[in-house]
């Protein structure tokens, strides 16, 4: 982990609500530098291992703080902190002067077997298909999972397509997804020639 002043330079986004405060950070670095930094602080222990493997295998710099009413439970937070997640996503893409666009990925983590597919197209789509086999991993409700990523789906305005193929060890089927979105993520925001990958030279 690096240390959270590294991300002093980073448009830093913020969700205040009721039931959680988060800031957050989302940055690209080009290719001469180290990436895939990561400072994350949620309160969710789960989700802070997640989010960390997320930033290493993207290769993008992610800061997390959060505070959220985990004493109810950890809904609000993880969902919350996809919402920002999802707008940074979209922040950094529109700002690209070109990227790959769609990315894909089989994620094999042991035993366990994930796909992701996704595309940076301005239209929000969410397919979460996955029966994890148990319902929590520690504390953590594992239907949760979808609500994070619908959430980044939404508030990113991309296409995701995740599926769970084969099962497991239910941290290994999380952790597969995970890696397997930041590195479909990865692929799709990688630099092309020839400027906004859309017929209509446009995409929102």
């Not at 405060?21 to 400072?39: F, M, N, P, V, Y």
């Not at 890696?179 to 020639?193: D, M, N, S, V, Y």
Request: aromatic share 10%; hydrophobic share 40%.
């Amino acid at each position: 982990m690096s240390n959270s002043q590294e991300f002093k330079t980073n448009p830093i986004k913020e969700r205040e609500t009721k039931e959680t405060s988060i800031k957050l950070a989302l940055s690209k670095k080009d290719g001469t530098q180290e990436a895939g930094a990561s400072t994350i602080k949620t309160g969710v222990g789960f989700l802070d291992h997640m989010l960390t493997l997320f930033a290493f295998h993207s290769g993008l710099d992610l800061y997390v703080e959060a505070n959220g009413d985990t004493w109810v439970d950890d809904h609000h937070t993880t969902e919350d902190i996809g919402i920002l997640l999802g707008e940074a996503i979209r922040d950094l893409y529109t700002s690209l002067p070109s990227y790959e666009r769609y990315g894909f990925y089989f994620l094999p983590m042991d035993e366990t077997l994930s796909r992701v597919v996704l595309d940076l197209s301005g239209r929000p789509v969410c397919s979460f298909n996955a029966a994890f086999s148990r319902e929590k991993v520690g504390t953590f409700d594992t239907e949760l999972v979808a609500e994070f990523f619908y959430a980044v789906a939404m508030n990113s305005r991309m296409t995701l397509h995740i599926d769970l193929l084969k099962n497991g060890n239910t941290h290994h089927e999380i952790e597969g997804i995970f890696k397997g979105f930041a590195r479909a993520l990865a692929i799709a925001l990688a630099p092309t020639e020839g400027g906004v990958p859309s017929t209509k030279g446009l995409i929102q």
